[in-house]
């Protein structure tokens, strides 16, 4: 639906100027997955999140779906569960908030 190529053009483009960005590489890590389907681009993106941020819920539910696609050949369902239960404590975790 629309041109993959800029697409990732413009990620490969935000992530030279910011290279740990979270938002960015989640994103990034989204679009390889569903919208590529470089599966394995996609794993090594959203395991760069979760060294970055591991309570990163978005990263988490999607590397999950990742892991349990039946079309992955690196399926790993213990793994997505896991996730999950990762990003659910992480979701009810109660947020610290900085006043300043």
Do not use: Q, W
């Amino acid at each position: 639906r629309g041109d993959k190529g800029l697409s990732e053009k413009k990620f490969k483009e935000a992530l030279e100027i910011d290279p740990e960005n979270i938002r960015t590489l989640t994103l990034y890590a989204c679009f390889c997955h569903t919208g590529l389907r470089d599966y394995d681009l996609a794993r090594t993106l959203y395991e760069k999140v979760l060294v970055l941020r591991d309570d990163n819920v978005n990263a988490l539910c999607c590397f999950a779906e990742l892991l349990a696609s039946p079309t992955y050949r690196g399926r790993d369902d213990p793994r997505a569960d896991s996730l999950l239960e990762r990003a659910k404590a992480a979701a009810t975790a109660p947020e610290e908030i900085e006043v300043k």
